[in-house]
């Protein structure tokens, strides 16, 4: 993904840091992301992470399956980057 991002005119510019983790590892109380996006696999613990994080609210989404399993930074980055806008909107 950082690859992606050196190689974009557009996304040069923006901050990006990427972590990747276990589910049972997030933590509300110090949670400094922006976005946080689940693997297909594990889809259906979506609405348990959101309950979760309510208190701290914080944009939660699925990786597309197919952009997950072809290794689709570019659409994976673009997820995520529209996601934490949205979210800056409200």
């Known amino acids: 993904m950082k690859q992606i991002v050196a190689g974009s005119q557009k996304l040069a510019t923006t901050d990006v840091r990427i972590d990747a983790f276990s589910a049972s590892c ?44 072809t290794m689709n930074a570019a659409n994976i980055l673009k997820t995520a980057l529209r996601e934490i806008k949205a979210a800056e909107a409200k």
């Open 26 to 69: 997030i933590d509300p109380e110090h949670n400094p992301y922006q976005v946080i996006m689940l693997a297909p696999q594990i889809a259906h613990r979506e609405a348990e992470i959101k309950q979760k994080l309510a208190t701290h609210p914080v944009p939660v989404t699925v990786i597309n399956a197919t952009d997950f399993g």
